[in-house]
């Protein structure tokens, strides 16, 4: 997919768009284990090194969970691609780190790291501000399949609903429904996780074009929507 990108990092609703982002007081927060397990299971995914969730601030922008990736808590705001990829109104991103492709960032450091790809898909609040990605980063250059854009897509959704659950228990105070979100979701990933596995070890790598194995993992991302949604839905009557 051929990205045109924005000539400035600022979007107009920048405004809008920061206040959706600081109203989850989820930016530049300790690691919390369901968002490093996401990452975790989208690196096995996708068979990246690298996957990120993101979270674009004023200045920087902020790792939430990262696998692959030590000691980066968050890059200067024209050095990550995260920054310009919510600036396109598309569902998937999908781009190489030369300077030819996105002129408004800073390379440095993803090349240093010998970087070449980049796909992710937005965070996304309620109102439709996009606050940040879901990413998959890897050393060789490729594109996605349709098949691949989907799950990428699906799972920008989990994470934005799970954000979203967050907040809502935040909000409230209630710290131990979080906790307990967090370990039925985590259950629930771990299962995935355990599945990803046995498909990687019996067909020797993860197809996300092949028809069953697809079909399989949407099933899985399925049943964790129907966890948010019931969690979500139990919040909005009390």
Known sequence: MSISFPDSLIPADEAA??????LYQIANTPPEPIFDE???WAAKLFSTPIAVISLVDEEHVWFKAAAGVDGVPQLPRNSSLCSAAILVDVPIVTS?????SCQIIKQDVALQMGLNFYAGAALRTPDGSRIGMMAVIGQEERVLSEAEEE???HLSVLVSRTIELRFQYLQAEHNADWEAAQRELSATLDDNA???RYLMARN????LNDPGIH???VARMAGMTKVLDRRIGENDVQ
């Not at 768009?17 to 600081?22: G, P």
């Open 17 to 22: 768009r920061l206040r959706a982002l600081h």
């Open 38 to 40: 996401y990452v975790a």
């Open 96 to 100: 190489d780190y030369s300077p030819d």
């Open 151 to 153: 799950v990428l897509k």
């Open 194 to 196: 355990t599945l990803t």
């Open 204 to 207: 020797n790598g993860l197809n």
């Open 215 to 217: 079909t399989l993992v």
